[in-house]
């Protein structure tokens, strides 16, 4: 499965901004997606999971309550809404695809397949 990232750019602190991530290849709705994000000179850490079906939601503490993940299988598309953007939240963004072995949604070697990555920048 191959993803296409669009969305990312430079936002003033407090902003908003739409991240999404489409599929080709394969049909979406049978993988568990997750994103994530690696600001310089820092690993990559989890941001959100969302279920085959979009009823399980994941986030990691850092985002809760400000970024929400979404999928619309018919579209073959995943979505980050990230508001209330902070500096910190600057990196590049990542959305994946899981495997066929599951080790926890915030952990990056259930992950088999990695879009390109799109950078998100907040400006203070």
Same mark, same amino acid.
């Given at each position: 499965?191959?993803?296409?990232? /669009?969305?990312?750019? %430079?936002? +003033?602190?407090?902003?908003? %901004?739409?991240? @999404?991530?489409?599929? /080709?290849?394969?049909?979406? @709705?049978?993988?568990?997606? =997750?994103?994530?994000?690696?600001?310089?000179? *820092?690993?990559?850490?989890?941001?959100?999971?969302?279920?085959? /079906? =979009? #009823?399980?939601?994941? $986030?990691?503490?850092?985002? *809760?309550?400000?970024?929400?993940? #979404?999928? !619309? !299988?018919?579209?073959?598309?995943?979505? &980050? +809404?990230? !508001? @209330? &953007? *902070?500096?910190?939240?600057?990196?590049?963004?990542?959305?994946?695809?899981? =495997?066929?072995? $599951? $080790?926890?949604?915030?952990? @990056? *070697?259930?992950?088999?397949?990695?879009? +390109?990555?799109? +950078?998100?920048?907040?400006? /203070?």
């Amino acid at each position: 499965v191959q993803f296409v990232e /669009s969305g990312g750019g %430079l936002v +003033q602190s407090g902003g908003s %901004l739409r991240l @999404s991530c489409a599929a /080709s290849g394969r049909t979406l @709705s049978n993988y568990f997606m =997750g994103w994530f994000r690696q600001a310089p000179g *820092k690993e990559r850490e989890f941001v959100a999971a969302i279920s085959e /079906s =979009g #009823s399980g939601t994941y $986030y990691a503490d850092s985002v *809760k309550g400000r970024f929400t993940i #979404s999928r !619309n !299988n018919a579209k073959n598309t995943v979505f &980050l +809404q990230m !508001n @209330s &953007l *902070k500096p910190e939240d600057t990196a590049v963004y990542y959305c994946a695809a899981g =495997g066929a072995s $599951y $080790y926890g949604h915030s952990a @990056s *070697k259930t992950y088999d397949y990695w879009g +390109q990555g799109t +950078q998100v920048t907040v400006s /203070s």
